[in-house]
């Protein structure tokens, strides 16, 4: 008998097929909670998108060996419980870079430029004067742009921001990366880059380290002519010292593509603000990308259970392979 494998997440059907070979599918696109607590009873492997493995969940799954997210991001792996219950878990690095990038320009240019605030104020019928200096922003061209979390994601952004927009990029990370030096790109002390940039560009992933790294004492800390950008998880940066620094104009805008509730309460004073904007966590919605991501997610599975490879296992858990 084939070992179990649940799909929790609309996916092509070439894909579910070719993890038939291997798998006995349990295809679930939309099930409950309830339902998913119970189909994972027998499962063997997940293909999952955005639920938290924590606890509660592992202990309704006492078979479970693997689970292949549908993401870069793995905050909502609780890697001490999953290690402890000798569970993997893989991610989809790398193959959404690219649309991630083009949405932080995206936001960049609204945000700057004051895209969607203007668009809200024209579709409302205030596009009454004809001197359009009410409507002035800021130029992203030629600016210093500062990058907090300088993974893969960030590095292909430097590398366009250079390119495209022929900016002056520096990042902060913990490790240090000489080998950009040569693309002229350099690390700064974090002090340096958030005093020195115009653009700022949140993408270190959540951990507890990362947890609030953004506060009240960082936005003092940027110039208020500076425009911050969140690309990473809501919960990096304190939100409502985001709001009280756009309020009180402390810094020029801010955009975020991820909050500590989403979808986001309709009550959160960041949406009262027009100096900032939202974006409904889409850095990879795109189709061809989440089918992409949804590919590799499943050959992460069958490298991984069924070849024995180590295909994109987070390095927390790489210690359950041998
Ligand atoms: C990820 O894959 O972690 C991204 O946040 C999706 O947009």
């Known amino acids: 008998m084939k070992p179990k494998l649940l799909i929790i997440r609309d996916i092509k059907r070439d894909i579910i097929n070719k993890l038939a070979e291997h798998f006995e599918i349990d295809y679930q696109p939309s099930c409950s909670r309830k339902q998913l607590l119970k189909s994972l009873q027998g499962a063997y492997a997940l293909l999952n998108y955005g639920i938290k493995i924590d606890e509660e969940l592992i202990q309704h799954a006492p078979n479970l060996k693997l689970v292949s997210n549908i993401s870069v991001g793995y905050d909502n792996f609780d890697t001490n419980a999953m290690k402890k219950a000798g569970i993997i878990g893989t ?16 936001l960049m240019l609204s945000a700057a ?36 979390g300088m993974g893969r994601i960030g590095e292909d952004l430097a590398r366009r921001a250079k390119l495209g927009f022929l900016m002056d990029v520096s990042y902060y990370n913990r490790r240090e990366k000489p080998e950009l030096e040569e693309q002229h790109i350099y690390w700064k002390p974090l002090e340096k880059l958030l005093a020195e940039s115009d653009f700022i560009v949140m993408l270190t992933p959540l951990t507890a380290e990362t947890k609030n790294m953004i506060d009240a004492s960082k936005f003092k800390q940027m110039k208020n002519t500076s425009v911050f950008i969140n690309m990473s998880r809501g919960a990096t940066v304190d939100e409502k010292a985001m709001y009280l620094a756009l309020k009180n104009k402390e810094i020029y805008a801010a955009a975020s593509d991820v909050f500590v509730q989403e979808p986001i309460n309709t009550d959160n004073p960041l949406l009262q603000l027009e100096n900032f904007t939202a ?39 790489q210690i359950l392979l041998k």
């Open 91 to 106: 991610h989809t690095p790398y193959i959404l870079n690219d649309s991630v990038v083009d949405l932080t320009f995206g």
């Open 113 to 148: 430029r004051r895209i969607s605030e203007l668009d809200a104020k024209i579709k409302k019928g205030l596009w009454t004067v004809k001197d359009d200096v009410n409507y002035y922003g800021l130029n992203v061209h030629h600016k210093k742009l500062g990058i907090i």
């Open 279 to 317: 974006a409904p966590h889409i850095g990879s919605a795109i189709y061809e990308t989440r089918d992409d991501m949804a590919q590799l997610a499943a050959e992460n599975i069958i490298e991984v259970l069924i070849h024995g490879k180590r295909q994109n296992v987070v390095p927390e858990l």
